[in-house]
């Protein structure tokens, strides 16, 4: 049967979970609540496996069959997709939490003790503002390079040039 549009938004719950099956092993799965969840099945290491592509309607067919595409590809080179996916976001929350942006807030909450209210909030600010969101701030501490902080005192020298001429 071809999945249409209109044929899986009117896919109503049944007495017990039923599957409104695609091509290339992958298929809608509608629970008994209505949920509907885009999944697909595959053999790997001598082992049936199912792996869930997306919700439906928020993850479209063509969406469902490109993320099916990636996840076969993987199935082939001998990975499981879940396991490819867990690694990527261990990756991601890594690099995440050895941004220079982090690290400044680390070195904050490790000195907050030692240092006044007053010194504490200026500390913050400043980051807040000439940091954070900078390319600088988002980038991997390893990455960085003494043309990245001269980059970012230029900005912050500029800035403070510019709020002088304006009197502030």
Known sequence: MKLTQPLLLNAEPQGKPYKLRNRDSMYLRVSVFGSKVW???????????????????????????????????????????????????????????NTFWAVCEDWIEDNRDRWSEYYCGQAVRFLSRYVKDSPLGKMPVRDIKVAHVYDLLESIAKRKTQSRARGQ
Do not use: M
């Open 39 to 97: 999944k697909f099945d595959y053999r790997l290491d001598g082992e049936d496996c199912s792996y869930t592509l997306g919700r439906f309607p928020d993850l479209s067919i063509s969406g469902a069959r490109q993320r099916r595409n990636d996840a076969a590809r993987l199935v082939a080179s001998g990975i499981h997709p879940k396991a490819y996916e867990k690694q990527q976001q261990l990756q991601t929350i890594t690099r995440n939490k």
